[in-house]
């Protein structure tokens, strides 16, 4: 048994995991969306592939401590969704996105660590930067999510089709959630969603703030992680 996760515990740690991940990560960000508006896919399957990508995140980093929170999270995570497919009050499904979000972020810092350690740069380390980008705009749809869920509103659709869906906070929204979570981190701005209160303005912002200077931070910090090993 120890081998086994041993095993897992170098892949995961290895640059070629990042591949693996950026094929799930695209799958949720830009493939997900799309089976959910269209109800091809159960919500039982939307959070099995969420628990996947929490799942690899305890075997993201070799420190006891980390792997301790990640998998503690995790568990708290599988326990609470396993929960919400029974009768169970609405404030345990508040519970359950907190967690999430808190999760999300440790999964990020946990890849943001992969992506900078040591001064190796390669192609792995450039789609290491592309799958914390997409996390970053996953974090944003749950941040957005619990907005909803916590105050009754986030964003809302100005016109068409848009205007007629309502948003309640649940997975069927994930596809609102992340679609104005990218078009803020990418700033693009359609304009067919808009935040709808100070905190959602905000959170807007700093994504867009985010998707900015990401970039250059990263191309700045690769590009000195180069030069920092041909010395």
Known sequence: MRKVIKR???????DASFVVLLVALVFTVFVLPILIDYEHVSMLFVN????????????????????????????AQLVLRIL????????????ERLVGLFNMIVFIFLNIRLLFRDYEINLYRIIGAINVYLLVAILGAFALELIQIGIGSSISG????????ELRGVDQDFSAYIYF??????????????????MSKMLAVMLSTTGILYPAVVIAKLIGSSNGEKR
Request: charged share 10%.
């Open 84 to 95: 919400r497919f029974s009768e169970l009050p609405v404030e345990f499904y508040f519970l």
């Open 181 to 198: 979570s990218l078009v803020s981190l990418t700033t693009v701005g359609f304009g067919d969603y808009t935040p709808v209160n100070i």
């Open 158 to 165: 100005v016109g068409g089709q848009v205007a007629a869906k």
């Open 48 to 75: 099995v592939v969420f628990m996947f990508l929490f799942f690899t995140g305890i075997w993201s980093s070799d420190n006891r401590f980390l792997v301790m929170l990640t998998t503690l999270l995790f568990f």
């Open 8 to 14: 897992i515990t170098d892949y995961w740690l290895n």
